[in-house]
């Protein structure tokens, strides 16, 4: 049973080059970006626009880069702020990512992509099945077989609500192993430490996580990876094994990207877009994504339009079997 949400316009991850990029002119330069954040500080979307501020601006790609944070809504306010003052906000990308889709589906606010200039996606993050270092547990082979034998006793935990990724993501694994998705047992904790504790304990038996995150608790000896959302091995961590080489076809990746104010002029919109494919060959580029354990996922114009209408059919079908659309 095939479960994707990404389309062939997902390009390979490759390692970025080191290679120094060649002088920038002049003219090819962007005077500033002003960089609107749709969260608080130390978020995922504020470290995505500081670090792309940061490497661009130290490439001599962009003269100069400002930030501002406008929580609200769920990311809801600064969309709508963008949108209403389109005209004078010509010079600003505010960051997003995945939560943009299924935020529009559910109605937490009444925007969606399409309102927006979607001018690139730039890295992402897979999603990860992880279980304690102890567990019995030690593959999603396994995994499946304690659920079949036990449904209740094999919960699955997640950072976020239900309905929300971590729970999609848990979903969309078990659907296409062969398991009914309505009947996996979720429970949502709102604090990683929490979702560790209950881990560890055994209240639930498997973490649906980021795969970055999944990393960090893997080499703190804490937790087994068990599968990954991605198509291929990740470098950044190879002893992962996907969930497609253990017959699992469910791909993932929570992307982060840029957009516009609509009605953003083309040659705003493409000169953006020419700096943020630039950026992925230079070395400060390369420390910050290595910094922050990033994976470079470029789509571009009418790659990352396709990309985001591929992703929205997935989770709406998927959040309507769940009884959440």
Do not use: C
Not at 10 to 19: I, S
């Amino acid at each position: 049973m095939k479960t994707t949400l990404t389309r062939r316009a997902l390009m390979a991850v490759t390692a970025a080059t080191l290679a120094f990029a060649a002088p920038v002119s002049a003219d090819e330069m962007v005077d500033s970006i002003h960089f609107l954040i749709p969260g608080g500080a130390g978020g995922g979307w504020d470290g995505t626009a500081r670090g792309t501020g940061e490497a661009l601006t130290k490439a001599g790609l962009v003269g100069n880069a400002s930030f501002e944070n406008m929580s609200g809504g769920g990311g809801g306010k600064a969309i709508g702020y963008l949108i209403e003052n389109a005209e004078s906000n010509h010079g600003t990308l505010m960051v997003n990512s995945t939560p943009i889709v299924i935020r529009s589906l559910t109605g937490v606010f009444p925007h969606n992509f399409r309102d927006l200039t979607m001018v690139a996606g730039t890295i992402g993050d897979y999603a990860a099945i992880v279980v304690g270092k102890d567990s019995p547990i030690n593959s999603m082979s396994d995994l499946i077989a304690a659920y079949q034998a036990n449904p209740r006793k094999t919960a699955i935990g997640g950072g976020s609500v239900p309905g929300g990724m971590d729970h999609l993501v848990a979903a969309m694994v078990m659907k296409a192993a062969g398991e009914e998705p309505t009947a996996v047992k979720y429970i949502p904790y709102d604090a990683g430490g929490v979702a560790m504790a209950a881990l560890l304990s055994g209240e639930i038996a498997a973490l649906s996580t980021g795969f970055s995150e999944a990393i960090d608790l893997a080499n703190a000896g804490e937790v087994k990876i068990i599968g990954v959302t991605a198509e291929d091995r990740v470098p950044a961590y190879a002893d992962a094994p996907t969930m497609k080489e253990q017959g699992i076809d469910a791909t993932f990746v929570n992307w982060r990207g840029f957009f516009g104010a609509p009605g953003l002029p083309e040659e705003k919109v493409e000169a953006y877009r020419a700096a943020l494919a630039k950026m992925y060959d230079t070395p400060e580029w390369e420390e910050v994504r290595a910094r922050n354990g990033w994976v470079n996922i470029h789509n571009s114009g009418d790659d990352f339009v396709s990309f985001l209408e591929g992703q929205e059919e997935v989770i709406k079908n998927l959040m309507q079997e769940l009884g959440f659309l």
